[in-house]
């Protein structure tokens, strides 16, 4: 039996160290409890994004180690959510639910795979023309003089890019961030810009707007010149982009 003294050691020395008990605790129980996450790698390993996965929620339960019950509630939180869907008797993951694996794919290969550069591949595309009028605005233009150290040319090169995942993993990234701010009652969103050069040539910068009308597939740049006149880019022309992590 400890003595008294050997008792307040003990509740000391655990009140000192309980913060980062529970965190382990909390962690090892994440771990090793399941999910509904596991539904959802089970229909992944199972073909659940080529085509529906048939199943008994009493199978599926015993494939993923938890009760019947457990299983049939989440099957229904994962279709109210959108991530699911039954079709014909069977259970298929949606696009949305990929949607969502891919951007935390990304988000994990950038950290377990990091390295100090990222190499874009991808071809110039016609834009819609609404860069120039961000890029003229003074409040962007300072900022990006103070934080990249150019300021911009007055329009943005779009870049086509099959590798949608490229711009994932970027917009999980913190980047240098430009600030949003109002002008004339109107709120003008932020965005984060990524250093990088252009076929190996021009220094310039990947921004991607917090609201932007273009999808994962184009990726804006800007640089201190007309890129198009600099290197003498078309539509159709091919652009590497070496994009340095920040």
């Not at 457990?70 to 696009?95: C, K, M, N, Y």
């Not at 935390?104 to 795979?113: A, M, P, Q, R």
């Not at 003074?138 to 943005?156: H, N, S, V, W």
């Not at 917009?171 to 004339?184: A, H, N, Q, T, Y």
Request: proline share 3%; charged share 25%.
């Amino acid at each position: 039996m400890p003595d008294n003294a050997q008792k307040r050691l003990i509740s000391l020395t655990t009140a000192a160290t309980y913060p980062l008990l529970s965190y382990y605790t909390q962690y090892k129980a994440m771990l090793e409890k399941a999910s509904k996450v596991d539904v959802v790698f089970f229909l992944l390993r199972h073909g659940g994004a080529e085509h529906s996965v048939h199943i008994s929620t009493t199978a599926l339960a015993e494939e993923i180690g938890v009760s019947q019950q457990s299983t049939s509630r989440w099957l229904i939180e994962l279709e109210d959510e959108g991530l699911i869907a039954r079709v014909r008797g069977g259970i298929r993951v949606t696009d949305a639910c990929l949607d969502r694996c891919r951007t935390i794919y990304s988000l994990l290969k950038g950290v377990f795979e990091a390295t100090r550069f990222v190499e874009v591949k991808g071809t110039v595309t016609a834009g819609l023309g609404d860069g120039r009028y961000y890029l003229a605005l003074p409040d962007y233009k300072a900022q990006i003089k103070r934080k990249l150290g150019f300021t911009p040319f007055e329009g943005t090169l779009n870049v086509l890019v099959p590798d949608r995942e490229k711009k994932l993993a970027l917009s999980g990234l913190p980047g240098v961030e430009i600030r949003g701010f109002f002008k004339d009652g109107r709120a003008l969103g932020a965005a984060k810009c990524f250093r990088c050069t252009i076929n190996g040539k021009v220094n310039g910068a990947i921004i991607i707007p917090q609201r932007s009308h273009y999808g994962l597939d184009v990726i804006e740049v800007i640089a201190p010149k007309s890129l198009r006149s600099e290197l003498a880019l078309k539509d159709g022309s091919s652009v590497l982009l070496k994009v340095k992590k920040e």
